[in-house]
């Protein structure tokens, strides 16, 4: 069945950076577009950027900041986030769908906090 599991959040002081992996299985990961989502407590999810096989998709809030990757080839996305905010705390959700299909996918989420 498809997995994805991230991995690479934690605590982080202002300013710092992390990076977000997500590996996949069970599934043509090149056949998917992947993105990255974020809740904070108390609102709703969000996409935060996005890649297909030819273009990414940024949030305006992390634009500049943060850069989505993918490599076919080892069944990854990756979210470099640099300069990070006190309002980037959140679960960070890997997500998959499927082109042209209803299919999603999502993993469980990683815990990213700011704070000095």
Request: with cysteine; charged share 15%.
């Amino acid at each position: 069945q498809v997995q994805l599991v991230e991995s690479g959040g934690g605590l982080v002081q202002p300013g710092g950076s992390l990076r977000l992996s997500c590996a996949a299985s069970g599934m043509i990961f090149s056949s998917y577009d992947m993105g990255w989502y974020r809740q904070a407590p108390g609102k709703q999810r969000e996409l935060v950027a996005s890649i297909t096989s030819s273009s990414t998709k940024y949030s305006h809030s992390v634009l500049g900041r943060f850069t989505i990757a993918r490599d076919n080839a080892k069944n990854t996305v990756s979210l470099q986030m640099n300069s990070l905010k006190p309002e980037d705390t959140a679960v960070y959700y890997c997500n998959a769908v499927r082109r042209h299909t209803p299919v999603v996918y999502w993993g469980q989420g990683t815990q990213v906090t700011v704070s000095s």
